[in-house]
């Protein structure tokens, strides 16, 4: 009898061309989806290495962890605001909102003789409720999130000055000062810059690995498409905004507890600095985009840029303009890149 062979029917090329190119978009698409973030990762490497030149004490260990807690107040307040962006909002008031809870919390112990162990939670609460407040005026007047929060910006800045005009207040017990002298022990760590990384990790958690990390990516991408498919639009922005009032305060409390003063000035134009970090991080003006490990790459970043250039005796003044040019510099070089990978792809 003949041997009879078995043949394994292929598949149609039809199909291999088709599985192939899809699985290479697909693999395009995530690749590009992360291109912000790793301009951002070689802007830190590049600043890392010209603070290196610009001075020798940059190198330093305990030098580099201290200088971090200059900018923990902008970092804490990074992460809040970049939600309030994938969600295709801005809050300019996270600033005023900082100044008017730290001028609270002092008038409260102070003047009115409340207990820190009291003041520090109704100060949370407050900034929290501040906020809300954001959230509310926006969904529920339907103003646009750039028009309330820069009004609330001037009213929380004036309500802190009408509570402690052009003094400061500074009497708090000494258990609560100098937050940003605290370490790990044995390492130069500042416990603070923990702090910073368990929000960090937290909140990344729940904005990627949750349903209301995923609502908020949909209310920036489209609102009225979430509003379809049926998200609650008015409660996911009031509880981003609230979030937002409640990091804020967490950074209002160390600012004081770092400065041992509270004034109603502290912060002011720290909102800047906080949209630019974020921005920077690779999240989109727009919504719909972003990602928190980008924030926090961004926020080292400018942190070790002001770092080096102030060891280097830069001034004020050139710091902001470098700055300034190195986001410009990051959205041309992230659209770039993105351009040019769609067209390979």
């Known amino acids: ?16 061309d088709t599985s192939t190119r899809a699985s290479r978009s697909s693999l395009s698409d995530h690749v590009r989806s992360f291109l912000p973030e790793v301009v951002t990762v070689i802007l830190l490497i590049i600043a890392f290495i010209v603070g290196a030149s610009l001075s020798p004490y940059f190198l330093d260990v305990p ?6 807690t200059l900018y923990i107040e902008a970092a804490i307040m990074a992460l809040g605001m970049t939600f309030v962006i994938i969600s295709g909002n801005i809050d300019l008031s996270v600033a005023s909102t900082l100044s008017l809870v730290a001028t609270v919390m002092a008038v409260l112990h102070v003047e009115l003789n409340v207990p820190m162990e009291v003041a520090i939670p109704i100060s949370l609460v407050l900034g929290t ?8 005026l926006i969904t529920r007047l339907r103003l646009p999130a750039l028009t309330v929060t ?7 800045r004036g309500l802190a000055q009408i ?3 052009d003094h400061s207040l500074s009497k708090f017990p000494e258990w609560f000062i100098g937050i940003d002298r605290i370490t790990v022990p044995g390492t130069p760590i500042p416990i603070v810059l923990v702090l910073f990384f ?7 958690l729940i904005l990627h690995k949750t349903v209301f990390g995923r609502w908020v990516f949909a209310l920036g991408t489209s609102e009225d498409a979430a509003r379809y498919s049926g998200i609650p639009i008015e409660r996911v922005k009031i509880a981003i905004f609230a979030l937002n009032g409640f990091l804020a305060a967490i950074a209002g409390l160390i600012m ?15 909102e800047l600095d906080v949209i630019t970090a974020v921005v920077l991080g690779g999240t989109s003006i727009y919504g719909g985009r972003g990602t928190l490990f980008g924030s926090v790459i961004a926020v080292f970043l400018v942190g070790f840029l002001r770092t080096g ?15 300034g040019t190195l986001l410009i510099i990051a959205v041309i070089a992230s659209n770039l890149i993105t351009r040019f990978s769609r067209q390979r792809g």
């Open 1 to 16: 009898m003949p041997t009879q062979k078995t043949v394994l029917n292929p598949l149609p090329s039809g199909e291999t």
């Open 163 to 165: 509570l402690l005009g």
């Open 129 to 136: 409720l501040l906020g809300a407040l954001n959230g509310w």
């Open 256 to 270: 004081v507890s770092r400065l041992a003063v509270a004034r109603y000035d502290h912060a002011r134009g720290l």
């Open 198 to 204: 368990v929000f960090a990790l937290i909140l990344g």
């Open 309 to 323: 250039l102030g060891v280097a005796n830069v001034k004020a003044e050139s710091q902001l303009a470098v700055v």
């Open 63 to 68: 030098f580099l962890f201290d200088s971090t």
């Open 150 to 156: 820069l009004a609330t910006m001037a009213l929380y």
